[in-house]
């Protein structure tokens, strides 16, 4: 018995900027068509129309004097999202792909949330069970569901939108509870750029990007995906991230590979201890050849992992897996050949601690929260840098296990 191939499926999402005007909406209906008649299953998630959203929220502002409950508000500002299912649906029929939309309003909409209104949270167990149930039926039969992006409904009914990235949240949701191959998500650029075009002159597109990668742009202000929103894609699936202005969503873009620790965690980051070399003087940053020397020695005497940099000091955290007299002298030997540089200081014997998780940056006073449990308990910090989605932490290598374990249950508690 010959067995069928299984057909590709993908989950589209279009951007604001996709659908702002006829034209482009028409490129992105015509794109979903062409996909679907090469047998394609697909899924799509829309955004309201171009500004639609900030339109509504400042006609909101301006009109209801600051007396609007959060979950009216959330109401209103669904309208966009509602009103591009809508069309985009009609659209795809009068082209001939049989289509349904998705409403927050309807029994089987698949996107259940908390009730934190304006930044709600997906439940994802009940999401998952809801696309299986409703969504899945009609893509394996060759129909297109096209659903509201950034909304989502409370048990109770009540309708929520899920803040910055959310079409990109509800993107990455369907297309884990669909077992999709890929999620494809049409923006009004050709993939994520080696600089906002914005701000450099010919950035570079880059052809693919990790996702641990991608999070320290997430929140840069420029047009990447938020960080929120990456929180939520599947390990398993590849995203491709393409310009909707060719109208073909099998256009090369940028590939977003792998999948972020979704809850706040810390590890011991190196598994040997590490040195602490302080250099102090005036006007150190200044001085790019005396930073050079101390990054280059550093590298040739050991494993330089981390470094601090202020005006009148620079902090190196390296390895101690080796002897490290020698570049103690090597550095002090810059030091003394430089006039910014006065004298250096070592702290040896200390560990190097990671907290991350994807949302860490938007998670209030998560720093003061572990300083406050490491100073209750008599561990001193010996450094301490913030990255997005990372805070790194540096104490006495005998306090590590310990560290970790308060660390830990701080964040779980928090």
């Not at 306090?399 to 660390?407: P, Q, S």
């Amino acid at each position: 018995m010959k067995t069928e191939k299984s057909c590709k499926k993908i989950v589209v999402k279009f951007g604001g900027s996709s659908l702002a005007d006829p034209e482009r909406l028409s490129r992105a209906v015509a794109a979903v068509v062409n996909e679907a008649k090469r047998g394609t299953r697909l899924a799509v998630v829309v955004s309201a129309m171009g500004k639609t959203t900030d339109v509504l929220l400042n006609t909101v502002k301006n009109t209801s004097n600051g007396k609007l409950e959060k979950h009216e508000l959330d109401d209103i500002l669904s309208m966009g999202e509602r009103t591009s299912v809508r069309i985009f649906s009609v659209a795809l029929r009068t082209n001939g792909v049989d289509s349904r939309y998705f409403d927050p309003r309807d029994d089987d909409w698949p996107i259940i949330t908390d009730a934190c209104y304006s930044n709600a949270n997906p439940q994802r167990q009940q999401c998952e069970q809801r696309i299986r149930d409703c969504i899945l039926p009609l893509v394996e039969k060759g129909v297109v569901p096209v659903i509201a992006g950034f909304v989502g409904r409370t048990t109770e009914g009540k309708i929520t939108t899920l803040g910055r990235g959310g079409s990109d949240t509800t993107a990455f949701l369907l297309a884990e509870a669909l077992g999709a191959d890929e999620v494809v998500l049409a923006t009004d650029a050709d993939g994520i750029m080696s600089g906002d075009p914005k701000v450099v002159a010919e950035p570079r597109r880059l052809s693919e990007i990790d996702v641990s990668t991608l999070v320290g742009l997430a929140d840069s202000g420029a047009k990447f995906i938020h960080s929120k929103a990456l929180k939520y894609k599947p390990q398993s699936v590849d995203v491709r991230v393409i310009s909707s202005a060719h109208g073909d969503l099998t256009r090369e873009g940028t590939i977003i590979r792998g999948a972020l620790a979704a809850e706040l965690d810390v590890e011991q980051a190196h598994g040997s201890p590490m040195a602490e070399i302080t250099i102090v003087g005036q006007r150190i940053s200044d001085n790019l050849k005396l930073i050079e020397d101390l990054v280059a020695k550093a590298k040739v005497h050991t494993t330089l992992l981390a470094m601090s940099m202020n005006t009148n000091s620079a902090i190196l955290y390296v390895s101690a897996e080796k002897n490290l007299d020698a570049l103690f002298n090597a550095i002090h030997q810059t030091v003394l050949e430089n006039e910014e540089a006065k004298a250096m200081a070592v702290k040896k014997d200390i560990v190097f601690l990671k907290i991350r998780g994807v949302g860490l940056e938007e998670t209030q006073g998560i720093i003061g929260k572990v300083s406050e449990v490491l100073r209750v308990n008599s561990i001193n910090i010996a450094g301490i840098l913030t990255i997005t989605s990372s805070i790194l932490l540096f104490v006495d290598w005998n306090e590590r296990e310990k560290a970790l374990e308060l660390i830990r249950k701080s964040l779980r508690s928090h």
